[in-house]
């Protein structure tokens, strides 16, 4: 027979699981594609061409780029309709940079997700 504590923390925790299952509703970011078509180097640091599409069936906006190597310089954001690309210049401002290593795409409400950046 269920306990009052195990009542009551049922019914604490389900608005929270509600609003969860609300937050992610139709937010799909497999249906982005983010790609590196290009990269340099520059007197500031690594120059980065990522070509970003959206497959999705509604619009959607980059906010922002991160990494923890050093500060992304991107003309942001950047909204794109269903089905359509944009180029984008990228620059990770740093003195250094490891063979490998990630951005994090910030959709907003969208939600985020990461990109590998292997340079040649």
């Known amino acids: 027979m269920p306990t009052r504590r195990c009542i009551l ?5 389900a608005p929270v ?22 990269t340099g180097i520059a007197e500031n640091g690594f120059v980065l061409r ?14 922002a780029i991160y990494t923890d190597l050093g500060e992304i310089a991107a003309v942001l954001p950047v909204s794109l309709a269903p089905g359509a690309s ?27 997700g990461p990109v590998t950046v292997i340079p040649l």
């Open 9 to 13: 923390a049922a019914a604490l925790l």
């Open 17 to 38: 699981a509600a609003r969860a299952a609300w937050a992610h509703d139709g937010h799909d970011l497999s249906r982005l594609q983010a790609e590196i078509i290009g």
């Open 50 to 63: 990522m070509r970003l599409t959206n497959r999705r069936d509604q619009d959607v906006a980059l906010h």
């Open 86 to 112: 944009a180029d984008l210049a990228l620059t990770l401002v740093a003195q250094d940079w490891p063979g490998i290593f990630a951005l994090v795409l910030d959709f907003g409400e969208a939600g985020a």
